[in-house]
């Protein structure tokens, strides 16, 4: 029963946040092209702020379970199958990736916009969207992986 709900709370984490970065990539980044550049950085700057905030409780929420996972159901790293070890490298990889996007671009995008600084703002959100574009994609290797480890591909 524990080893299921640890297992729901993973998975409810992973779709959370790699949902939120395709849906972001793909449905609000393109949406807001027909805004003006101001009102765009505007809803951009909150839609991240809230996003990030997800991603803080999901992220450790994920590392946490995974590790309950690995250790409680496969006894440690020695038991598990080749996916858990990739997808623990990529977990590592999107975490370190989330902390470089939150110390360096985000932090002076909003710095920029705090500053009324609209091209050194668009410039640190192209360098935002370059990570999350980076971050998706090793978000959706990662589920493909746990797929295909999951029915022993």
């Not at 793909?26 to 700057?45: D, G, I, K, S």
Request: hydrophobic share 60%; glycine share 12%.
């Amino acid at each position: 029963m524990l080893g299921t709900l640890l297992y729901v709370l993973h998975l409810l984490g992973a779709v959370l946040w790699v949902g939120g970065m395709a849906f972001a990539l793909l449905a609000l980044r393109p949406a807001l092209a027909r805004l003006e550049p101001a009102q765009r950085l505007a809803v951009h700057e909150e839609a991240l702020r809230r996003f990030l905030r997800l991603v803080w409780h999901a992220m450790p929420a994920m590392l946490l379970t995974g590790y309950a996972l690995l250790f409680g159901w496969y006894g440690g790293f020695a038991g598990a199958g080749w996916h858990i070890h990739a997808m623990h490298m990529l977990a590592l990889a999107m975490a370190g990736i989330v902390l470089a996007l939150a110390t360096g671009p985000w932090k002076a995008f909003r710095a920029a916009r705090a500053r009324a600084d609209l091209a050194a703002a668009a410039t640190e959100m192209d360098r935002v969207r370059q990570l999350i574009l980076l971050n998706c994609g090793l978000g959706l290797l990662t589920v493909a992986i746990a797929a295909a480890g999951r029915f022993g591909g």
